[in-house]
């Protein structure tokens, strides 16, 4: 079983930054993708950016050049870096694992982001 455990998330203003972190345990990292995704209020759940097991990295159109993830295998950690928020950038921000060889996949259980003045 995989545990994917987000924190960082909380109020920032219009032009604000926030830096998400995602914790999977136990370590997953060599034949993993991992995604962040966004819900927000009244609207269907969107895919936000997605570094593959071979650090490849794409992003939704909405967030490129605002966002960036990355990942730390020492310390079992995906982040999503947030620059430049706009308050439609107000969602859930959900982690996501998902094994390349089974498609086995993991959700966390979602961090708050809000932008607002």
């Known amino acids: 079983q995989v545990q994917l455990v987000e924190s960082g998330g909380g109020l920032v203003p219009p032009g604000g930054s926030l830096r998400l972190s995602c914790l999977a345990s136990?370590?997953?990292?060599?034949?993993?993708?991992m995604d962040w995704y966004r819900q927000a209020p009244g609207k269907q759940r969107e895919l936000v950016a997605t570094i593959t097991s071979g650090d490849a990295t794409n992003y939704a159109d909405s967030v490129k050049g605002r966002f960036t993830i990355s990942r730390d295998n020492a310390k079992n950690t995906v982040y999503l870096q947030l620059n430049s928020l706009k308050p439609e950038d107000t969602a859930v921000y959900y982690c996501?694992?998902?094994?390349?060889?089974?498609?086995?996949?993991?959700w966390g259980q979602g961090t708050q982001v809000t932008v607002s003045s």
């Open positions: 996501h694992a998902i094994n390349v060889v089974s498609r086995t996949d993991y």
């Open positions: 136990p370590r997953i990292f060599n034949i993993w993708h």
